[in-house]
Every structure is written in structure tokens, then in C-alpha cells.
């Protein structure tokens, strides 16, 4: 069921809501930046993501293909979403579950997660380690 969460990223420069739907699966990847960032996305669909302020605040990092933006608070540092260009759906938003404000802990518990190997671009196949993602 979709419903609109809100976030921020921690210092409250950026802040955006997302048409969510939380009974379909997360992610996790092991590919160079979201291994480092321990990015954990929830998908967001063309016309389901609102910036509602902050858009200065951002920076914008485009690696290797560039067909994917990653967004940091350029005060905080926190990623709290990245837009996927080229996707099997299209267009689409990936947000931070770290960075929503109204689902608890005991919610994100309870999240399905499906583990993708992007460091070796099986994005259809789980890496062979995953746990610590």
C-alpha cells in the first residue's frame, strides 16, 4: 500500500516526502557507494518524490556510467535519496530509509530486503556475502 513518508537528512538542511510503498521489498547493494554509504533504499516512482526544501543544500555525485545521481547534504554529509535514470521501470527515486522521520524502528524491522550484486553488475542476483550490507 502506497503511503507518503516524510525525511531529512540529519542537520534538517534537506527535507522531502515519498509515496512509498513498504509492503514491496527494499535494497541493499554492494557496489562501491552504497557499500560505503550504506545506502538502504526504498523505491520511489517517477512523480512519487517531493523536495520540499534544501535543493541548494545538495551536491550532486555522478560516477563510472553517470546514469545515477547520488545527493549529500553538503552540510551533513547524509545521502538522503538518489535518482536512477536508466532502470527497468524508468526513471525512479531511490530514498534513504535511514532519513524518514515517521516510521519506527520496530516498521523497518520488519522490511523485506532484496541484496543485489551492482559491485559486479548482477543487479538480477544477490552477492555472495551479504550479510553486512
Known sequence: MIRTYHGS???GAVSFEADLDLTESTYRCN?????RTRFWPAI???????LLSGESELTRYLFN???NEHYFCRHCGVRPFGIGTETP??????????????????ELSRLKITYVDGLHDRWQSPPEFFTHL
Do not use: Q
Not at 44 to 50: D, I, P, V, Y
Open 65 to 67: 556510467s553517470r546514469k
Open 31 to 35: 557496489c562501491s557507494i552504497c557499500r
Open 89 to 106: 521501470i524508468g526513471k525512479m527515486y531511490g530514498v534513504n530509509l535511514g532519513c524518514l522521520i515517521d516510521v519506527t524502528d520496530e
Open 44 to 50: 520511489a516512482r517517477e512523480g512519487g518524490f517531493r
Open 9 to 11: 537528512c540529519h542537520c
